[in-house]
């Protein structure tokens, strides 16, 4: 059972988690992790640390935990009968401050299901030509949004405001603005 308290390996074994459970690696397979981790571990033993782990991990990724949260968490488990050894706490730690901010990007792209707003851009500018003359000359907003997923190509959609089209707008996001101040208020 002293394999199961050294380091190195416990580091590869969260690392082997993040990157099948969270970061969408097939190839890291429990049968991979134990091959080259834990050889000499009988699979049972093997088994029962895996879900152990595994599921510390995801108790911290759901809850998001920061460094002092997880902290106090992982003190807890050392507690606990049955929990983890301190030297499995610091790796635990080591791994989740490491990790923290890419396993929340990948949460949070998995479970996204529309497209998104990656970018937007705008401007002031002077109409210069149009089918009416009395527009020659005003000023217009150009707005350029860029739209779509991490993983896919993007598409870009123009918008072109004049001024009373502008008001509008504005005038829609205070109303929009109200209604939630209205919600929240008698929440």
Excluded at 53 to 80: C, P, R, Y
Excluded at 87 to 93: G, L, W, Y
Excluded at 153 to 170: D, G, H, P, R
Aim: hydrophobic share 35%.
């Amino acid at each position: 059972m002293a394999d199961v308290d050294s380091a190195k390996p416990l580091s590869g074994l969260f690392n082997g988690i993040a990157q099948s459970r969270y970061y969408g690696n097939k190839e890291i397979t429990d049968e991979l992790l134990k091959r080259e981790l834990y050889p000499e571990l009988p699979q049972n033993e093997f088994v029962a640390l895996l879900e152990k782990m595994t599921g510390i991990v995801k108790s911290i990724v759901s809850a998001d935990m920061d460094l002092n949260q997880t902290e106090a968490f992982l003190t807890a488990q050392t507690k606990k009968q049955g929990g983890i050894t301190v030297e499995q706490a610091a790796v635990i730690a080591k791994f989740w401050k490491n990790h923290k901010k890419k396993i929340r990007e990948s949460m949070i792209n998995q479970t996204r299901w529309e497209n998104t707003l990656k970018g937007m851009k705008w401007r002031i500018d002077l109409k210069s030509q149009s089918r009416h003359t009395d527009q020659v000359n005003m000023s217009v907003a150009l707005v350029e949004m860029e739209i779509g997923k991490n993983d896919k190509t993007s598409e870009f959609l123009c918008l072109e405001f004049n001024e009373t089209k502008i008001s509008q707008v504005l005038k829609r996001l205070s109303e929009v603005e109200e209604s939630i101040t209205t919600l929240t208020q008698t929440s």
